[in-house]
């Protein structure tokens, strides 16, 4: 069987935090908006954020192909042409064989200027489209347990830690 070429995600642009423009000035809600990346000949953006100037929400869903050699997709804020924010997002996050096929992960990661200072933070949720056959996904051999508690009381659910890059 041939290997594709590329798989399907569905991202989500949840909101944003702390986003200013020219390092103090609060970004506003009616020029706004997100550009997801997944290589340079693909992309989708965004409508306009509403609700609050400088933490703008979307809660808007981008489907899109992400090519099998894709090591990190690109998250851009932008504010009319320019670009005011921007984190790369490894693709490992989301997709990196220790996850079930079609699982959903919400994660939030620190976006950073053209200069590199920090600008704010995005909040998203990316699924990656499996082929329906309930397998989990390259390295994952083993079903999923819950993990110790506080305690001796065993948790029902999945501890899942939130990537959030930074700089030394």
Same mark, same amino acid.
């Given at each position: 069987?041939?290997?594709?070429?590329?798989?399907?995600?569905?991202?989500?642009?949840?909101?944003?935090?702390?986003?200013?423009?020219?390092?103090?000035?609060?970004?506003?809600?009616?020029?706004?908006?997100?550009?997801?990346?997944?290589?340079?000949?693909?992309?989708?953006?965004?409508?306009?954020?509403?609700?609050?100037?400088?933490?703008?929400?979307? %809660?808007?869903?981008?489907?899109?192909?992400?090519? $099998?050699?894709?090591?990190?997709?690109?998250?851009? /804020?932008? !504010?009319? =042409? #320019?670009?005011?924010?921007?984190?790369?997002?490894?693709?490992?996050?989301?997709?990196?064989?220790?996850?079930?096929?079609?699982?959903?992960?919400?994660?939030?990661?620190?976006?950073?200027?053209?200069?590199?200072?920090? %600008?704010?933070?995005?909040?998203?949720?990316?699924? $990656?489209?499996?082929?329906?056959?309930?397998?989990? /996904?390259? !390295?994952? =051999? #083993?079903?999923?347990?819950?993990?110790?508690?506080?305690?001796?009381?065993?948790?029902?659910?999945?501890?899942?830690?939130?990537?959030?890059?930074?700089?030394?």
């Amino acid at each position: 069987m041939e290997k594709p070429s590329s798989k399907t995600i569905e991202i989500t642009i949840i909101s944003a935090e702390g986003l200013l423009i020219n390092k103090k000035q609060p970004a506003k809600k009616t020029n706004l908006f997100i550009t997801v990346k997944t290589d340079p000949f693909n992309s989708r953006s965004t409508g306009l954020g509403h609700e609050g100037g400088s933490s703008p929400a979307w %809660n808007e869903k981008l489907v899109m192909e992400l090519p $099998v050699h894709a090591r990190f997709i690109t998250v851009e /804020a932008r !504010s009319a =042409s #320019r670009i005011i924010a921007t984190a790369n997002i490894p693709v490992s996050d989301f997709a990196g064989g220790h996850l079930p096929e079609n699982y959903l992960s919400f994660l939030s990661y620190r976006l950073r200027d053209a200069s590199g200072e920090k %600008n704010g933070i995005i909040n998203l949720s990316v699924k $990656v489209n499996g082929t329906g056959n309930g397998r989990c /996904a390259a !390295s994952c =051999s #083993r079903q999923w347990m819950g993990v110790q508690a506080v305690g001796n009381k065993v948790s029902g659910g999945i501890v899942t830690g939130i990537p959030a890059a930074y700089r030394y």
